[in-house]
């Protein structure tokens, strides 16, 4: 799977996001703070940066949880 743009623009994130959420519904959430984790590990902030609005667009996406 690609890596997010570096210097990604809030539309290249969204449609990332949407993209990322169809492909994987539920399991995206998991995956995208797995790669902020990974790029932060790495000392890669910008990537990081990038995985952490694309994971914060996710939980947009999905909306609230119910109980």
């Known amino acids: 799977m690609a890596t997010a743009k570096t210097t990604a623009q809030s539309t290249d994130i969204r449609e990332y996001a949407h993209s990322l959420y169809a ?3 539920e399991k995206s959430l998991a995956e995208a703070a797995q790669r902020a984790r990974e790029f932060e590990k790495n000392g890669n902030q910008e990537e990081a940066r ?8 996710l939980q947009e996406i999905r909306g609230p949880r119910q109980s």
């Open 23 to 25: 492909a994987h519904g």
């Open 50 to 57: 990038n995985w952490r609005r694309i994971e914060q667009t």
